[in-house]
């Protein structure tokens, strides 16, 4: 499994850092600060650290949310790649009772401890055949509480996954040796 994941990130990586893309302004501001190679080695934080990056922006509903945890999680100096696979959670075939769940929840939040909301998401309403009335209120509330809720339950389960399996994730980042300085010239 370790052996897949290192092959799949050594060819994304390379093909991030491509010639053909190099030479682009844009790209190169996008890619310089997820290219670092720290961000992409497994270790015990910063695997936590992209997979709460990851899980955060898959509960959100906004375009390109890999790209979105990727500068997150690269800013927290997380792993990129784990950010950008934990937004898979919410695919298209998961998102609609991903966000019927985040209504119904949000709903229930609002109205169990009383939050209150501003005024104009409170007035959107969308009518359902087969799920009733769902607010606009109750939706923001649902896919926020979500996404926090699973970014901070992403560092408890990094860490016991960590824990009883040690070699697949390390508790450090392996650190090259430094090569041998020649000595001082007399």
């Given amino acids: 499994m370790k052996r897949h994941y290192l092959r799949l990130v050594r060819r994304a990586f390379r093909a991030l850092r491509h ?14 600060p ?13 695997v936590a ?25 690269a ?8 950010a950008m696979g934990a937004c898979w959670l919410s695919n298209p075939l ?4 991903i966000w019927l769940f985040q209504f119904r929840m949000g709903d229930w939040l609002r109205h169990f401890l ?8 409170v007035r959107v309403d969308l009518e359902l055949a087969g799920a009733g009335s769902l ?3 109750g939706f923001v509330l649902g896919f926020i509480t979500c996404g926090v809720v699973l970014a901070l339950a992403a560092f408890p389960l990094t860490h016991l996954f960590s824990l009883l399996m040690p070699h697949h994730l390390p508790r450090f980042r ?11 010239a007399e």
């Fill in 19 to 32: 010639p053909n893309l190099r030479h682009r302004g844009w790209w190169k501001w996008l890619s310089a």
């Fill in 34 to 46: 997820l290219l670092h190679r720290s961000f992409w080695v497994p270790c015990r934080d910063s």
């Fill in 49 to 73: 650290t992209g997979l709460s990056a990851g899980l955060f922006f898959s509960m959100m509903p906004v375009p390109f949310q890999m790209v979105f945890a990727a500068l997150v999680a």
């Fill in 75 to 82: 800013r927290f100096r997380g792993n990129v790649p784990i």
């Fill in 94 to 97: 998961t998102q609609v009772p």
């Fill in 114 to 121: 009383s939050i209150p909301m501003p005024e104009f998401l």
């Fill in 135 to 137: 607010n606009a209120a």
């Fill in 174 to 184: 392996v650190r090259r040796k430094s090569r041998p300085q020649p000595p001082p």
